[in-house]
């Protein structure tokens, strides 16, 4: 599953922004000492007559309201809709992608199980949850991304701060799929030639294992397996027992990874993609 590290970041500047706005109060505290300061008044001058200010305070209350950018689906019947950033997906609807996450345009028809799709500067996922739990299928531009030295990572600890997120990732060690194949617990399949779309590929099984280890991120409770971290924001994790396939190929000189998950609904789904070249 993908967690978007800026609905983390979001959380810590508007929270202690609202409890202060909660903790507000009109009402003075009876206790507290009076810092009232008395003016001295000069006698021995004439005072000058103040015009009393009857400008009107600003009452107007600004807009701090956080924008939904999860976007319904309301295109016509039949035409093909571009995702932005994030929606809702409907069911029997063919969709294309823009050139946003991989600079390459694809399409993709929604079935029963796809019903949220994040689209991001090097990444695109689809799954059944907003969250980006339950992930169908993801396809990623592997140039830019990093992988975590130790994969059994407190993320929870590390995740808001850049130093220590940075610090914790490197460039990916060589061939991502045998990176994966020597991460801990987790068994693999034999890497084979295959394709993706048409494009020449090679593609491998796996499975996790218990994560022993691991760290939750909350509100999940179990111990998560951490991958790779891309540069939108986006950190992949697996669960205890997660599995599926991972296809690695080359997209416009890049190397793209991409994988179907085994929730149901992923085959379907990924039966249905297809990259425009």
């Known amino acids: 599953m993908y967690h978007r590290r800026s609905v983390?970041?979001?959380?810590?500047v508007l929270l202690p922004a609202m409890l202060m706005a909660c903790g507000s109060s009109d009402e003075q505290d009876p206790t507290a000492a009076d810092t009232t300061v008395t003016a001295v008044v000069d006698t021995t001058t004439v005072p000058v007559a103040t015009v009393p200010d009857t400008t009107a305070p600003d009452t107007t209350v600004p807009d701090t309201t956080v924008p939904d950018t999860t976007v319904p689906d309301t295109t016509a019947d039949g035409a093909v809709r571009e995702i932005n950033s994030k929606g809702i997906l409907t069911e029997g609807r063919t969709y294309t992608s823009g050139t946003l996450a991989l600079g390459t345009e694809f399409t993709f028809t929604a079935n029963a199980e796809a019903r949220y799709a994040t689209n991001l500067p090097g990444f695109f996922g689809v799954s059944t949850q907003a969250s980006g739990n339950e992930t169908l299928f993801y396809i990623t531009d592997l140039s830019t991304a990093t992988v975590f030295?130790?994969?059994?990572?407190d993320y929870a600890a590390i995740g808001r701060d850049n130093v220590q997120l940075f610090g914790a990732t490197e460039p990916i060690p060589g061939d991502y799929l045998e990176y994966f194949q020597q991460l801990p617990g987790v068994t693999t399949g034999e890497i084979v030639e295959t394709t993706v779309s048409g494009l020449p590929a090679r593609s491998m099984t796996f499975t996790i294992g218990s994560n022993e280890g691991g760290h939750a991120i909350p509100?999940?409770?179990?111990p998560l397996l951490l991958t790779f971290f891309s540069p939108s924001g986006i950190t992949y994790t697996y669960r205890p027992g997660d599995s599926g396939t991972l296809y690695l190929f080359e997209l416009a000189g890049k190397p793209t990874l991409a994988e179907v998950t085994s929730y149901a609904g992923a085959d379907e789904f990924f039966a249905g993609f297809t990259l425009s070249s």
């Open 8 to 12: 983390h970041l979001l959380a810590a």
């Open 149 to 153: 030295k130790n994969p059994f990572e």
């Open 219 to 222: 509100p999940d409770t179990e």
